[in-house]
């Protein structure tokens, strides 16, 4: 374990620097400065390797805090740290961010400098987020993730970047009021920002909240984190986004931008509000069901392939939010195994989209047709990151949707029944648009001459396939150092049932005789908690 | 060094297949065939050979099931599922059958796609296949063998659409992958359900602990009939059973060798493995045996109604295939697990080479698929159609064949129950037929394809070696059976019995009566014999025998002895004909029933309905909104400073009139008056 220093800040700041570095320099030399970016965010994510030290394996609680004191009246905190979850978040966030880098080599053309300080900043906001532990300080990252974000869409996305830039700020802002409402609802109640002294007074029973009240705070926060997810029926601005925004944007949007929405549940509105949570599972566990096949039954039938890509998103994300609130530990690792995994399949695919853009400059699904002959190589590619969409096994999709489900079931079969059709509606819509863009006889003669896969782009898949194979296999690496930071949050968001799992335990071991009659009862109970 | 090297590491079984596969996936695209062949050949040849050493480690060791743990593949909670492989007696027959008739059809397959485009791409995709199936078999829980059931799944679906240029082929291979999900669907909520009741996925464990809980009852529908009908439903997928078997026929589509190997030796009957993997689930649970047997013999009997009338000679096989796993699906739907696994072997070897045989002839006469232009070909290409002639012997179930001892046993096995016995007994009627009705119009009569154009010729070395070695297999592979006619056992099921030992009591105790009538004179024969029991055995075999050779004279007369009579038959029954040619229309009754209506309930409601106009307009509608009611009040910012005087004065009474007239008791606005 580490103890001192400041990673934490160091890793948020740094590509501020490199930013600020970019901005020094002169705007013509586009090579100098895409290098540049490249070095700093490639440092980053190598830097954000020393995590894996720093969060030892089966550790409670947050690691590497760092505490200063920023303001103080109202006494905002400068808190950061981290565990399990975010700690992952955080690498996806500092790996994907060099390959969006490389990704836009040379599709970006027009204010090169401006476009990576911008991607540079994006990543400072999205790690701000996941270390922040004060809530003026998370709100505060927040808020400036957005900027970039919108900019990249608004300045460097295609025909209707503008409608798609301001519907995304718009949407995301309406939450964030809400949520800024809460804080300062929380503040005012509690006399603090800081997340874990709320948790405490809180768990403590030192401030009790009212049933309304504890389910209107829920509803505040939960509404921004909806929305970011998103979940179903907030998701429209999320195809527009996607399909403006330039593949860097779209896969830092989906890759990470959307995770930390499902973070936010867990980090917020579980531990915070776990009565109000409860009493809204199954309201959202509905919305996420209906996200998981909505999702997929709307992307099924998209005529555009970046919408396609965007609306399974709104399934996937489904998966996620109702493995946060089925409230069994195996879901919820799964949950976050899926943020991951999401993170890097459903990247992979806005990747290889934005790659068939460069060459024909269109999203048509019907412009394409018959690409395997004239680019195998990225035919093979798409393929690999389709299956490990669709879940298949060995690939990373499989291990968080299958932890989702296993968990949901454990407690509501009905939900995880229904969630398991999503199963079916992926292998559709991937395979039958895998099958219109890529098999046959080429239909539009443009497409016979397309250059395969260049050394650049097979970089970034083959490193892509890497991650997805590994991720694939190796879970446990991944799930052992999340398990402590879930686990967590289950007995967060279930005092209770932690409680009567230890005097269990203690009281009255598990005997081979009982398992006969009531060994169902028991596994249940058994399977939420260990 | 270990006493049982090969066997610690069972892992390599799997393993060099996916070498194999890797190899030339990565580098074959520039090599020369002969290089691909040694990565392919080379790496399924020593996966055989390592699988026979562990076989032989394995009866060294003395154990009843090898289990060992490699690495701890998912994790969380309390569940894990790891990367466990197993050997029992089960396992064994399942590998063997995997490693040798997938090696024989590999090099079958150097001849056969010798000069086809993608020649390393497809063997890459083949060794893949092997890497799945042999985990699929070798698993020793419910995840793991998942993935071989998902990777299986997926070969499926590369080598069915391995022509992708053509539209049927990648439809086909998305209807396989996508109809098998459907049963995965199934299958995976059952792995949900066991954990949930048992809190493991680990087959010791499970079946160990299942084994406490009390047996079902019949037509109780408990947790052992919930568990099986789900992990079934998976079966009826990859198995091709009613009512998931559309994907089979269509996935003839794909290269001959993929048909022999995949979708009749070895993938389709990883669902009847799964079965006979979970018996103790399953002999718990007769509701749930009762619904696999009648499905097994609705499919038999069903699948072999079609391959009467097909004209494609794939199809025919294709269909063939459905109605043998049918049969699988009976055996094992009455308890006898192991006579299911018998004809799952037999079957591997005579079909394997039906449809590789079937391949030569297809290869023999420039790519001709179509039986109605074939005719005459037995003297052209001599070892094709003795080798074939074998296999139609062997599944027709020609006394001394595999298929007749095989077919036999389940036929013994479901005799107590009528219906399941009539409709089996017709089934093997029909499978006869079809058969010969196959091999006459292919070698027999008079050539109907252009003689000028085409020449008849004997398929490479590389193509028909496997095809004698799969004949012989095909005969000799139901010996082990044979000496049970004799009064002694069945060595095949005596050998499965440590695995099934306590299911498949039940099947050897058939009570005398339910030997039907028609074969009451052989029981004097029997009797000679010396053994009660034997003189139903040799009954009931007579009687097969006897329905077989109906089915054969039937195709004799129709096809040999008065061809233009099938013809005139097809006429006079012409709806019956043209519904069995069309398949029933089952085809297009999930399409105009589920895809169809899908697609346009997504389009036209979800869509452009709900989402964009519903919920995205509702959005923007908002949006526009707040902007009219912006441009309104906007007005009344008129920089006219009477006006604002009025505005002031208008808030000013307002305000007065909240707070006066406000309920008294009743709490005021938030912040208004303090």
Known sequence: MLHGGHLLSVLIFFPAVGALALMLLRGDDHKFIRSIAMIVSTAEFLFSLILLRGVPVGATGYQLEEFAKWISAPPINYHLGVDGISMFLVLLTTFLTPISVLASWSSIQNRVKEFFVMLLLLEVGVVGVFFSLDLFLFFLFWEVMLIPMALLIGIWGHERRVYAAVKFVLYTMTGSILMLVGIIWLYNATGTFDLPAIQQTLANGLLVLAPRTEMLLFLAFFLAFAIKVPLFPLHTWLPDAHVEAPTAGSVMLAGVLLKLGTYGMMRFCLPLFPEASHRAARWVAVLAIIGIIYGALVSMVQPNLKKLVAYSSVSHLGFVVLGIFAFHNISMQGAVYQMLAHGISTGALFLLVGMLYDRRHTFEISEFGGLSTPMPKLAAFFLFVALSSLGLPMLNGFVGEFLILLGTYQRHWGWASWAALGVILSACYLLWSYQRVFFGEITVEKNRTLPDASAREKWILATMAVVTLWMGIGSVFITRRTAAATQTVMDQVEPQRAYEARARSRTKPLTKTDSSQSSRTISIERLGIR | ?674
């Not at chain 2, 089960?90 to 000069?115: E, R, S």
């Not at chain 2, 009467?308 to 796993?325: E, F, G, N, P, W």
């Not at chain 2, 096809?559 to 089952?586: C, E, F, G, H, M």
Request: a positive charge.
């Open chain 2, 1 to 674: 060094m270990p006493a049982h090297p090969i066997l610690e590491y069972l892992w390599i079984i799997p393993l060099l297949p996916l070498l194999g596969s890797a190899i030339n996936g990565l580098l074959g695209a520039k090599w020369p065939n002969r290089i691909v062949n040694i990565a392919a050949i080379g790496s399924t040849g020593l996966s055989f050979l390592c699988a026979l050493e562990a076989v032989r480690e394995f009866f060294d060791s003395g154990q009843v099931l090898f289990r060992k743990e490699f690495f701890a593949w998912i994790t969380a909670g309390n569940f894990r599922a790891g990367f466990d492989l197993q050997m029992d007696q089960l396992t064994v027959v399942m590998v063997l059958v995997v490693t040798g008739v997938g090696w024989l059809i590999h090099i079958y397959a150097t001849g056969y796609m010798a000069h086809e485009g993608g020649y390393y791409r497809f063997f890459s995709y083949l060794n893949l296949f092997m890497f799945f199936m042999l985990i699929l078999v070798l698993a020793a829980n419910y995840v793991l063998l998942f993935v071989g059931w998902e990777g299986v799944g997926l070969s499926s679906y590369l080598l069915i659409g391995f022509y992708f240029l053509k539209k049927s082929a990648a439809d086909a291979g998305k209807k396989a992958f996508i109809v098998n999900r459907i049963g995965d669907f199934g299958f995976m909520l059952g792995m949900f359900f066991l954990f949930r009741t048992f809190g493991t996925l680990d087959f010791q464990t499970l079946f160990a602990k299942a084994g406490l809980w009390p047996a079902e009852a019949m037509g109780q529908f408990g947790t052992f009939t919930i568990a099986c009908l789900l992990l079934f439903m998976g079966a009826t997928g990859k198995s091709a059973q009613l009512p998931l078997y559309v994907w089979l026929p269509d996935a003839m589509e794909g290269p001959t060798p993929v048909s022999a190997l995949i979708h009749a030796a070895t993938m389709v009957t990883a669902g009847v493995y799964v079965v006979a993997r979970s018996h103790i689930l399953f002999t718990y649970a007769p509701t749930a045996m009762l619904v696999v047997a009648i499905v097994g013999c609705a499919t038999a009997f069903f699948a072999a109604t079609i391959g009467l009338v097909q004209t494609d000679i794939k199809r025919v096989l294709a269909y063939s295939t459905v109605s043998q796993l049918g049969y699988m699906f009976l055996a094992c739907g009455v308890g006898a697990f192991g006579a299911g696994i018998f004809h799952l072997m037999t079957h591997a070897f005579f079909k394997a080479l039906l449809f590789l045989a079937a391949g030569s002839v297809i290869h023999a006469i420039g790519g001709e698929q179509d039986m109605t232009k074939m005719g005459g070909l037995s003297k052209k290409i001599r070892w094709t159609y003795g080798t074939m002639l074998v296999a139609t012997l062997a599944i027709a179930g020609a006394p001394g064949f595999s298929g007749f001892f095989s077919k036999d046993a389940i036929l013994v096995a479901v005799a107590g129950k009528y219906w399941l016995y009539g409709f089996g007994l017709l089934s093997a009627l029909l499978t006869s037929f079809y058969m010969f009705r196959l091999i006459f119009l292919t070698f027999f009569g008079k050539p109907r394809y252009d003689e000028h154009k085409v020449h008849a010729h004997e398929s490479p070395r590389s193509m028909f070696i496997p095809l004698v070695i799969l004949a012989l297999l095909s005969i000799v592979g139901g010996w082990l059976a044979a000496p049970e006619f004799w009064g002694h056992a069945n060595y095949f099921e005596d050998f499965l019995n440590p695995v099934f030992a306590s299911p498949t009591q039940s099947v050897k105790t058939i009570p005398v009566d339910t030997a039907p009538r028609v074969g009451k004179f052989l029981f004097a024969f029997g009797e000679a014999m010396g053994r009660a029991s034997m003189e139903i055995l040799w009954t009931y075999a007579a009687i097969a025998v006897g329905t077989a050779l109906i089915g054969f004279l039937i195709a004799y007369w129709l096809y040999i002895r008065q061809p233009r009579k099938a013809d005139d038959l097809a006429k006079s029954l012409r709806p019956a004909y043209t519904t069995l040619l069309n398949k029933y229309y089952v085809d297009e009754l999930y399409a105009a029933v589920v895809v169809r209506p899908l697609v346009w309930l997504s389009t036209n409601v979800l869509w452009k309905a709900a989402d964009v106009a519903g919920i995205d307009g509702t959005v923007n509608g908002i949006a526009h909104g707040a902007a009219a009611i912006g441009d309104g009040v906007r007005h009344s910012q008129s920089g006219n400073t009477r006006s604002y005087a009025v505005w002031v004065v208008v808030g000013a009474i307002v305000l007065l009139a909240i707070i006066f007239f406000w309920p008294s008791g009743a709490k005021t606005p938030v912040g208004l008056v303090r």
